[in-house]
C-alpha cells in the first residue's frame, strides 16, 4: 500500500512539469528544483538527521562549480573538471569539520557560517579567477536536451535518496539519534561523537556538492550570492518547510519553494522575507516540516495501527555467557582533581574486585559524580593512575573504555523518542555484531533476562523514571562488562523496583561482574555491598563493611554535622 | 601620512564596535546560555532605523535616540515573545529561532530601505584630528571613547552593583538564583535589554563613517560572538577581545590589503578553535 502510493507519488513528480497543471512549473524549473532538492540531501542529513547546525553548507553546493569551472577555463574536459570540483569541496568541509566540529556545537554554527561569508568574499574579491561579481561560465561540453537534463536531474536524485537511505541503515540512524540526543551518553556508550559527526558531515557535504556542480553546469554559471550566508540560509530553509530528517523533505521543499517562487511571478524584495518567514514559522510552528504535517494527518485519517509485537527470546542472548573472572577489576591510585581552587577529589585510593559489589556514600558534594567522570574517561585526572583490567587507563577516551565499563547516570540519559529496545542497542551496537538482526536480537534478550521483555517496543518516553533506571542498568550491562558503575542506581524507584535491582545487582555479581555503586540509599548500600567507601569534601574519610561504617564516628560526623 | 598610526587608530574605531557587540552577547549568553544570532540584527536596526528616520526629515537627536530605542525594544520582544516562552527547547532549537528571527529581519530591511547601502552625516564634523602622523575623524574619537567606556561601564556593573551580581549569579545557576530571591526573568530581561541598547548605540556612531544595508546583521554577530568567545565570554575578556580583534582586522587591511575583512576575521575563528581543541580531550563532549 505504502510502496504504491510512493511509486505514484514519484511518478506525478517525474511527469507534472509536463502535465501543464501548475502554472509556470516547467521542465526547466522542475530541473532546478530536483538538482536543488538533491544538493539538499547533505543539509538535510547533517541538521536534519544529526542535528548538527550546519550553516554556510551553500559554501560546499557552490564551491565545486567555481573549481570545476575554473578547470574547464584552463582547458580541462568537463568530465574530469566535474569530478575534481566535486573532491576540492568535500576536502574543504572536511578541514573546516576537522576544525569545529570538536568544540561545542556552537563553533560548528558559527564556523561554517563564517565559511560562506569566506567564500562569498572570496569569490568576489578574484574576478580574473573567479569573474568577481557577475559570476563565471561553466562549460557547455554537456550537451543535452531539456528532456535529457530533466531525465538527469530525476536519475541523479533517485540515486542519491537510494544513498541516503541506505547510508542510514541498520544502527547508522540509531547512532545519529543518540548522538544528537545526548553526546556524553553516546561516548560512554560507546560511539566516537567526533568521528561519528564527521563522518555525516563529509558524507552529507558529497551530497550538496554533486547537486551542486550539476546545478551549476546546467544553469551555466556560478555566482558569489550562492556561495553565501544568505543562500546557505535559503537552503536551511527549504529542509525544514519540506521535513527535516525525512527522506522526502528536501524534494518537498525544494519543488514547494521554487514554484511558489515562480508562480508568484517576480519576487525580487520580498524573497529573503518569504524564505525568512517561512524557516521562522516552520522552526516555530512545525518542526517536522510539511512531510510531517501530511504524516500527521494521515495518521489522523488513516485507522490507528497496532504497533508489532516484538518477538524477544526468553532466554539470554546465545554468546554472552557467564564469565568467571576473579583478582582486581578496578585500580584506583592516589587520584586527585581540582577544578580552579576547588579540591573535588583528593588522593582517592580504591579497589574493585570482580564479583563484588562495592559502594560509595558520602554527602552531596563530596566528589563521587567527579570520581566516575574520571573513570569513564570524561574528566581528566589532575594526578594518579586509574586501572581496569590492569591496564592504565590514562590515554583511553571514553569511548574506548565502553567495552569495558558499563555506567548508569544519576538521572537515566535515555533517548525519549527511541524505543526500549533502540536504547539498549545502542550499546550491543559498539560491540562487533556484524549483522543488524544479531544486534536487536542481543538487546532483546538483554531485556528479556532483565524481565523487562514486554517494554522492548514502548518509547522511552512512555515509560515512568523507575522503569528508566532498570533500563539503563540493562543497558549498561549488555555485553557483561567487567565494571560496571552505577550512579544512584536506586533512586526514585518504588520498593518493589528496589527489590528488582537488588535481583539483578546480585545476578550480575554472581556472573563475575565487579560493580561500583554511588548510592544515598543507606539501608541498600548495607545489605548487598560487600565493601563500601565513606568520601566527604573529595577524601576517602572511612572503608570497611556496612556496620563498621555505621560506628564510624567520622562517616557519623560528615553526615549529621558535628558531633564534638 | 603614517600607515601604521592609521591602522591602529582605525582598529580602534572598529575594535569598541565589537566590545559592545561582544558584551552584549555575553550578557545575553550568561543570562540565559544562548548564542543569540540575532544580535548583530541590533547594529542593522539601529543604523537603518537612523538613516532612514533622517533622510525623512526627522531632527538628528530625535532619529538617533529613536533608533537606540528600535534596537533595545527589537531585544525586550525577541527574548519576551519569541525565546521565553521556549525556554524549555533544547537550545539547538532557539539557536535556529533567532536564526530565522534574524533572516525575517534582513527581509523587513530590505523591503524598507532596498539593497542599497545607506548612511548620515555625522554628529561631529570638522576635520580629522592630526595625531602622530595619522587622522582620527572626532566622530572616531567619539566612537572610540563613546565605545570603551560604555563596554568598561557595563563590566563594572556587573562586577560591582547588585543587579549586576544578580545578573552574573542568574547566569552560573538559574535555579539556584531564583530559589534565592532573585527575579531571574526580570534579569534576562534587562540582559537583553542592555545588549540591545549597546548594539544599537555602536551603530548610531559607527554608520556615518562607514554606512550600512540590510544585511549587515549577520555579519557583525559573526565579528561579535568571535570577540566574546576568544575572551571565554568573560565581560572584561570581551572588551579586550573586541579591541584586539579591531586592531588584527586594522593592521591586516592596512598591510596585507583589503582582499576583504571576513577572511581576516574567520583566520582568527579558525586560530580560536584549534587554541581550544588543544584543550578538549576526548571530544567535544560536556560534562555529566
Known amino acids: ?150 531525465v538527469l536531474a530525476l536519475a541523479t536524485l533517485a540515486a542519491g535518496i537510494a544513498c541516503y537511505v541506505w547510508f542510514l541503515r541498520g544502527s ?214 586509574v586501572l581496569i583490567e590492569d591496564s592504565d587507563m590514562a590515554s583511553v577516551p571514553p569511548h574506548r573504555r565502553a567495552r569495558h565499563v558499563g555506567r548508569s547516570f544519576q538521572v537515566a540519559r535515555l533517548v525519549p523518542q527511541m524505543s526500549v529496545l533502540e536504547n539498549v542497542a545502542v550499546r550491543a551496537d559498539q560491540l562487533g555484531f556484524t549483522s543488524e538482526a544479531a544486534r536487536l536480537a542481543a538487546a532483546g534478550a538483554q531485556l528479556a533476562w532483565f524481565g523487562l521483555g514486554e517494554l522492548a517496543g514502548r518509547r522511552a518516553a512512555e515509560l515512568g523514571s523507575g522503569y528508566h533506571k532498570l533500563v539503563e542498568l540493562a543497558r549498561a550491562a549488555v555485553g557483561e562488562p567487567a565494571l560496571l558503575l552505577l550512579d544512584e542506581p536506586a533512586v526514585g524507584l518504588a520498593p518493589e523496583e528496589i527489590e528488582r535491582l537488588c535481583h539483578f545487582l546480585t545476578l550480575l555479581r554472581e556472573r563475575g561482574a565487579a560493580i561500583l555503586i554511588v548510592e544515598h540509599n543507606v539501608a541498600l548500600v548495607a545489605r548487598i555491598a560487600e565493601r563500601i567507601f565513606v568520601m566527604n569534601q573529595g577524601r576517602i574519610i572511612a572503608a570497611g563493611t556496612g556496620p563498621e561504617i555505621m560506628a564510624d564516628p567520622k562517616v557519623r560526623e560528615a553526615y549529621l554535622g558535628a558531633l564534638e | ?113 532596498g539593497p542599497d547601502m545607506v548612511s548620515f552625516s555625522r554628529l561631529f564634523a570638522g576635520p580629522p584630528i592630526r595625531l602622530l602622523g595619522g587622522a582620527l575623524p572626532k566622530q572616531g574619537l567619539f566612537l572610540i571613547a563613546l565605545g570603551f567606556g560604555l563596554a568598561a561601564a557595563v563590566a563594572l556593573f556587573l562586577g560591582l552593583t547588585r543587579k549586576g551580581k544578580e545578573l552574573l549569579a542568574t547566569a552560573e545557576n538559574a535555579d539556584a538564583s531564583q530559589l534565592l530571591g532573585v527575579n531571574v526573568e526580570a534579569v534576562r530581561l534587562l540582559a537583553y535589554g542592555i545588549a540591545g541598547a549597546l548594539g544599537g548605540i555602536s551603530a548610531v556612531i559607527l554608520v556615518p563613517l562607514i554606512s ?27 572588551i579586550l577581545a573586541g579591541l584586539g580583534l579591531g586592531l588584527l582586522e586594522g593592521l591586516v587591511t592596512t598591510y596585507i590589503g583589503a582582499l576583504s575583512q571576513d577572511p581576516i576575521v574567520f583566520f582568527a575563528l579558525i586560530c580560536l578553535a584549534v587554541w581550544q581543541s588543544r584543550k578538549i580531550r576526548f571530544g567535544g563532549v560536556r560534562r555529566a
Open chain 1, 1 to 150: 500500500m505504502k510502496t504504491a502510493l510512493l511509486i505514484i507519488a514519484a511518478a506525478l513528480y517525474a511527469a507534472s512539469p509536463y502535465l501543464g497543471v501548475l502554472p509556470g512549473w516547467t521542465p526547466s524549473v522542475a530541473t532546478v528544483a530536483t538538482f536543488i532538492a538533491l544538493s539538499l540531501i547533505g543539509m538535510n542529513l547533517i541538521f536534519g538527521v544529526a542535528g548538527m547546525l550546519a550553516f554556510g553548507q551553500a559554501a560546499i553546493v557552490a564551491l565545486p562549480g567555481y573549481v570545476a569551472g575554473m578547470l574547464e577555463a584552463s582547458g580541462m574536459p568537463a568530465a574530469a573538471a566535474i569530478p575534481a570540483g566535486i573532491l576540492a569541496a568535500v576536502a574543504a568541509a572536511r578541514i573546516v569539520g576537522e576544525i569545529f566540529i570538536r568544540l561545542p556545537g556552537t563553533y560548528f554554527a558559527i564556523g561554517t557560517l563564517g565559511f560562506a561569508f569566506v567564500m562569498e568574499g572570496v569569490a568576489r574579491a578574484f574576478p580574473s579567477t573567479t569573474g568577481g561579481a557577475s559570476g563565471l561560465m561553466l562549460s557547455r561540453e554537456i550537451v543535452l536536451g531539456e528532456l535529457g537534463w530533466y
Open chain 2, 1 to 113: 601620512m603614517n600607515l601604521f598610526t592609521q591602522a591602529i587608530i582605525s582598529g580602534l574605531m572598529t575594535g569598541a564596535v565589537y566590545a559592545l557587540l561582544a558584551i552584549g552577547l555575553v550578557l545575553t549568553y550568561r543570562t540565559t546560555r544562548l548564542i543569540n544570532l540575532a544580535h548583530g540584527e541590533t547594529f542593522a536596526i539601529g543604523g537603518v532605523t537612523a538613516a532612514a528616520l533622517i533622510t525623512a526629515g526627522v531632527p538628528m537627536y530625535g532619529a538617533l535616540a529613536s533608533a537606540v530605542v528600535a534596537a533595545t525594544a527589537f531585544m525586550l520582544v525577541l527574548h519576551r515573545f519569541v525565546l521565553r516562552p521556549r525556554a524549555h527547547w533544547p537550545i539547538s532549537g532557539l539557536i535556529l529561532i533567532t536564526l530565522g528571527v534574524a533572516f525575517v529581519v534582513r527581509g523587513l530591511l530590505l523591503l524598507w530601505i
Open chain 1, 172 to 385: 547508522m540512524l540509531r547512532t545519529l539519534r543518540q548522538v544528537r540526543h545526548d553526546e556524553l551518553a553516546a561516548e560512554v556508550l560507546g560511539i566516537d561523537v567526533v568521528r561519528t559527526k564527521l563522518r555525516v558531515f563529509t558524507v552529507g557535504s558529497v551530497f550538496s556538492a554533486v547537486g551542486g556542480v550539476f546545478l551549476a553546469h546546467y544553469v551555466g554559471v556560478v555566482v558569489p550570492d550562492s556561495a553565501g550566508v544568505i543562500r546557505s540560509l535559503e537552503q536551511l530553509a527549504m529542509v525544514i518547510i519540506g521535513g527535516a530528517g525525512s527522506a522526502a523533505g528536501p524534494l518537498v521543499g525544494a519543488a514547494l519553494v521554487q514554484w511558489l517562487f515562480v508562480a508568484a511571478g517576480e519576487a525580487g524584495r520580498f524573497e529573503v522575507l518569504v524564505y525568512g518567514a517561512g524557516f521562522l514559522l516552520a522552526v516555530l510552528f512545525a518542526p517536522e516540516g510539511i512531510v510531517g504535517l501530511v504524516r500527521r494527518g494521515w495518521a489522523g485519517l488513516a485507522p490507528a495501527r497496532k504497533a508489532a509485537p516484538i518477538s524477544v527470546p526468553a532466554t539470554p542472548v546465545p554468546g554472552v555467557a557467564a564469565v568467571r573472572r576473579s583478582g582486581i577489576c578496578l585500580k584506583v591510585e592516589s587520584v586527585a582533581k581540582n577544578f580552579g581552587g576547588l579540591q573535588a577529589v583528593d588522593n582517592v585510593s580504591l579497589e574493585v574486585p570482580f564479583g563484588v559489589i562495592v559502594a560509595l556514600i558520602g554527602p552531596n558534594g563530596a566528589g563521587k559524580t567527579t570520581l566516575y567522570n574520571i573513570l569513564s574517561g570524561i574528566e581528566e585526572p589532575s594526578s594518579g593512575r
Open chain 2, 212 to 238: 550600512v544595508d540590510f544585511q549587515a546583521g549577520l555579519s557583525m554577530t559573526l565579528r561579535g560572538f568571535i570577540a566574546a568567545a576568544i575572551a571565554g565570554m568573560s565581560p572584561v575578556g570581551a
